[in-house]
């Protein structure tokens, strides 16, 4: 792995289309890229080094990291501004057992529920939600490269919602799919560039409960499922250069693991187009399974990555997320294989609102014994409904030697 693509900046090399978005690498990658550059420069000076000009070029790769929807709670804000010191919200700190898991990926992908509030106005959750602008940062510092933003509430705020959402996403360098100030923005979302591999990342939800007018008064839209539609923009996106098209559906029943026969009659007819490769879902709040479909990988609900549904008296299983690895290959033959989903099961500690990698941790003994409980329980309920895609827990060290200060640090001070 060369490390994974931290922001996104319009490509200007030569001979790349107007339009098309590069992943920059971080260091690692710089590094070799120049490597790889001064190698090939000394390879042409020496005879019998450089590459026959009919010597195919090696095929191109990508690993996927994505993951499910993220709900900014009431509590879940006050604990990030604490962790902003009072003067923004900070949301990293949840994260950082997890952002190893983001750190493998070339390519990230977030999912944000609630629409961003406008200026001046009140930071708010369920029913009608508006977030914090500084979640964009927060999801840029912990390495994701863009997010889905199309759901049920994306309309909670109006135009105004919408319009804040990507202003702050485009301020930290977060992309995004899904909304647009027009159809033309959220219907064609511009072609990333991931280790030379061209991609499209299309969103959609099943529709919205916020603002209704959102789509008669304004320009502004969030694009709703529609297989036809879906399929048409996947066609463009292609004929606009793209190579992979990933779509994110915000569809299903809330806490419930059963996929519905809507969503399996729209993966059916969305995967027989041929236009789409891959399809990751979201909104119910806990998992669902991954399935084939026309060769195709769908990824019906990846649970929540972070919300405090626990509390509201929802779901247990609204604690538990994933985060789903998947490898692009390019084929001798054009076009690229999606290899077999990896799942890296996550959890949610209520309270202080951490995120547990849950392999790395269920058989840490440095943890207390009510939260490996707790951990193992959760890994469970993901097997129940994901088993054959998820790895085997760490092992248990042979021999752990830990201070009490290090114990509370990784227990927090409290069981949850």
């Known amino acids: 792995m060369f490390g994974r693509a931290q922001t996104a900046e319009r490509c200007m090399q030569p001979g790349v289309r107007p339009g098309i978005l590069t992943t920059m690498a971080g260091r690692n990658r710089r590094t070799l890229a120049v490597t790889l550059a001064a190698a090939s420069a000394i390879a042409a000076l020496v005879p019998g ?54 750190a493998e990926a070339d390519l990230a992908i977030c999912h944000l529920e609630p629409p961003i509030a406008p200026p001046g106005t009140r930071i708010t959750a369920d029913p009608m939600w508006g977030a914090p602008a500084s979640i964009a940062a927060s999801m840029v510092s912990l390495g994701y490269d863009r997010c889905s933003t199309a759901t049920n509430h994306s309309g909670d705020r109006g135009r105004g919602g919408v319009i804040a959402t990507i202003n702050a996403f485009e301020a930290a ?11 033309e923005e959220a219907q064609q979302p511009p072609i990333i560039e991931v280790n030379g591999v061209r991609v499209a990342h299309l969103a959609y939800t099943f529709g919205f409960t916020g603002e209704r007018r959102l789509h008669t008064r304004t320009t502004a839209r969030v694009n709703l499922i529609r297989s036809a539609q879906i399929i048409l923009d996947a066609t463009d996106a292609r004929s606009r250069g793209a190579e992979v098209v990933i779509v994110s559906m915000h569809w299903g029943n809330e806490y419930v693991s059963r996929v519905t026969p809507s969503q399996r009659r729209i993966a059916q007819t969305v995967t027989a187009s041929g236009a789409v490769d891959l399809i990751v879902g979201s909104h119910a709040h806990v998992l669902q399974p991954i ?14 990555i972070l919300a405090d549904q ?35 099961p996550t959890w949610v500690r209520s309270g ?33 409904v994901l088993g054959a895609y998820v790895p085997a827990p760490a092992p248990p060290p042979t021999t752990v030697t830990t201070t009490v200060a290090t114990t509370a640090l990784l227990s927090g001070s409290a069981a949850p």
């Open 291 to 304: 399935e084939q479909v026309n060769g195709k990988w769908v990824v019906y609900g990846m649970g929540n």
């Open 352 to 384: 202080s609102f951490q995120v547990f990698n849950t392999l790395a941790s269920v058989n840490n003994p440095a943890l207390s014994k009510p939260a490996r409980w707790q951990l193992a329980r959760s890994l469970a309920r993901v097997r129940r």
């Open 49 to 102: 080094t450089a590459r026959a000009d009919d010597e195919p070029a090696p095929l191109r790769s990508f690993v996927l990291s994505t993951t499910g929807d993220f709900l900014p709670h009431l509590r879940i804000n006050a604990v990030a501004r604490r962790h902003g010191k009072g003067t923004t919200h900070d949301y990293t700190p949840f994260f950082s057992r997890i952002k190893p898991l983001l």
């Open 173 to 183: 360098g977060l992309g995004f799919s899904g909304t647009g100030r027009t159809p």
């Open 310 to 344: 626990r509390r509201t008296g929802t779901a247990t299983g609204t604690q538990d997320g994933v985060v789903v690895q998947l490898t692009f290959t390019e084929r001798d033959g054009g076009g690229f294989d999606v290899g077999r989903p990896v799942v890296f």
